[in-house]
C-alpha cells in the first residue's frame, strides 16, 4: 500500500514535470526573442553611426572645420588692421580738411573757377575801360594764385598719405567681408550637415528606448525563466527519490524501456514475416530509440 502511494506522488510529480516543461520551453523562447530584439536594435544603432560617419567623411566635414578656423583667424586679423587703419584714417581725415579746406577767399575753388571764366569771356566780349580791364584782370590772377595754392596742397605729402590709408582701408575691409561671406557659407554647409546627422540622432535615440525596454524585458522573463528551471530541477530530484523508494533509478528504468522498445521491434519482425503487413503504430515503434 505504501508503494501504491509513492507511486501515485511520482505520477502527480511526472505530470507536474510534463506541464512545467512546456512552461519552461516557452518562457525560453520568449526570453530569447527579447535579447534577440535587444540585439537587433544594437545592430541597427551601429548603422546609423556608420552613416553619420560616411555623411562627414563624403561631404569632407573635417575639411570644412579646417577652412573654417583658418578663415575665423583670418578675419580676426582683418578686424585687428581694420580698427588701427580706422582710427588712423580718420584722425589724417581731419588733419587734411584742417590743413586745406576748398575755399578761395569766401568762395569754394569750384566757385572761383567759374567766376574766371566769367570774368575772361567778360573781357574777351565786352569794350571796356583801362581801368576797369586792369580790375578785371588783377582779380583772374588772384583768383588763379588763390585756386593754384589750394590745388597745390591737394597733391601734398599729407593728401598723398590720405590716399595710401584709404586705399589699404578698402583694401583690407573688401578682404574681411568676403572673410566674412566665406565663414557663412562654411557655417552654412554645417547647418546642413547637422540636419542629417540630427535625423540619424533622433532615430539612435528612439532606438535606444527601444532597445532599453527589450533588455528589462529580458532581464525580466531571465528571472522567471531561471525560477522555473529551479522548480524543475527540484521535482527531476523529487522524482529521482521516489523512484529509489520504490527500487528503481533512471538507468534502470532507460534500460527497461530499451529492453520493451527491443522486444516490441522483435515482436513486429515476426508479424511481418508472417503477415508481410504494419500498422502505422508498428512503423511508429521502429522509429524509436
Known sequence: MEKEAIREELKN??????????????????KEEHFEKGENYSTDIDKLYEEIKQIEEENNLDLINTDLEERKSELTEFKTKLEELDVKFEDLKKTTKSKAKPQVKT???????????????????QVLSLDKESEIIKKIHDLKGEVG?????????????????KKELNYIRRK??????????LYKQIRLISKEKKKRYK????????KKKAFEEFRSTKKVYSDVGKTLKDLFNKESEL????GE????KKKTIEKEIK???????????????????????FQKK
Request: glycine share 2%; aromatic share 4%.
Open 13 to 30: 510529480v511526472r505530470a507536474e514535470i510534463k506541464q512545467l516543461k512546456k512552461d519552461f520551453l516557452q518562457r525560453k523562447e520568449v
Open 249 to 252: 533509478t533512471v538507468v534502470q
Open 107 to 125: 568762395i569754394s575753388v569750384e566757385k572761383a573757377q567759374k567766376e574766371i571764366k566769367k570774368l575772361d569771356l567778360k573781357l574777351q566780349t
Open 176 to 185: 574681411y567681408n568676403n572673410a566674412e561671406k566665406k565663414i557663412r557659407s
Open 203 to 210: 532615430e539612435i535615440d528612439e532606438l535606444r528606448n527601444l
Open 243 to 246: 523512484m529509489e523508494q520504490l
Open 149 to 165: 595754392k589750394v590745388q597745390g596742397k591737394v597733391g601734398s605729402e599729407d593728401d598723398k598719405e590720405f590716399k595710401v590709408i
Open 263 to 285: 522486444q516490441k521491434r522483435k515482436d513486429i519482425e515476426n508479424k511481418f514475416k508472417k503477415e508481410g503487413v504494419l500498422t502505422t503504430e508498428d512503423l511508429l515503434a
